[in-house]
């Protein structure tokens, strides 16, 4: 259920749709498959949280997270690691909602 704001910013809404921007895809530059996705490093610790089953899950020597879930998802992700938080408060903050 959506809120009404955000925790770490009560201005802005906690529901809406994106414009497109390149910080909200996960996708790995590069690759052919949109499956495999590039996550900070705040991630390295939250792969027991995907729920959807993981193919692969590397740790890059530049810290980034590579990973690729079975089949096709959208995955829905909850943590309760304050850095994934404000990763995610962030892009929600600096991305574009659609009016």
């Known amino acids: 259920?959506?809120?009404e704001?955000?925790?770490?910013?009560?201005?802005?809404p906690g529901?809406?749709?994106?414009n497109y921007h390149k910080n909200l895809v996960l996708t790995k530059e590069g690759v052919k498959?949109?499956?495999v996705w590039e996550l900070p490093e705040c991630f390295?610790?939250?792969n027991h949280n995907f729920k959807c089953g993981?193919?692969?899950w590397e740790i890059g020597k530049n810290g980034l997270i590579e990973t690729q879930p079975f089949g096709q998802v959208q995955e829905v992700f909850i943590s309760e690691n304050p850095e994934v938080i404000s990763?995610?408060?962030?892009l929600i903050i600096t991305c574009s909602l659609f009016d």
């Open 15 to 18: 529901y809406g749709m994106f």
């Open 5 to 12: 704001s955000i925790s770490g910013c009560p201005n802005h």
């Open 54 to 56: 993981l193919k692969k």
């Open 44 to 46: 390295k610790e939250e």
């Open 1 to 3: 259920m959506a809120t």
């Open 33 to 35: 498959q949109r499956s």
């Open 87 to 90: 990763w995610a408060e962030k």
